[in-house]
């Protein structure tokens, strides 16, 4: 759940073993919540998807974070930083019974 006025990021080329604890060692200068890092991983293969979502507190915060930090190394890989697309809605999800009727 974002927080008023807060950020959100996306940062890519994360190696896989990455922890998050690493990744919140190197935006804590940005006042990055350790708590409110995202590794997503794969549905099927659950392998991480090399990519990092992170909270910072303001505009100005993400600013600095992505002048400082965007194409800097991180455990021998180039990450890149920029602000997070917005989330679509989320659809709900059927699980078996009949499909929705047609309208015409």
């Not at 959100?8 to 890092?37: H, K, N, Q, Y």
């Amino acid at each position: 759940m974002e927080r008023h006025g807060e950020v959100r990021l996306l940062i890519r080329g994360i190696a896989r073993g990455v922890a998050s604890t690493e990744i919140a060692a190197a935006l804590a200068p940005f006042g990055v919540d350790a708590e409110r890092i995202a590794l997503p991983r794969d549905r099927r293969t659950r392998r991480r998807k090399g990519i990092a979502y992170v909270f910072v507190p303001s505009a100005q915060h993400a600013k600095d974070a992505i002048d400082a930090l965007n194409n800097t190394m991180l455990q021998d890989k180039q990450i890149t930083i920029e602000p997070a697309a917005e989330r679509p809605p989320k659809k709900p999800r059927r699980f078996g019974g009949p499909p929705p009727p047609r309208r015409y």
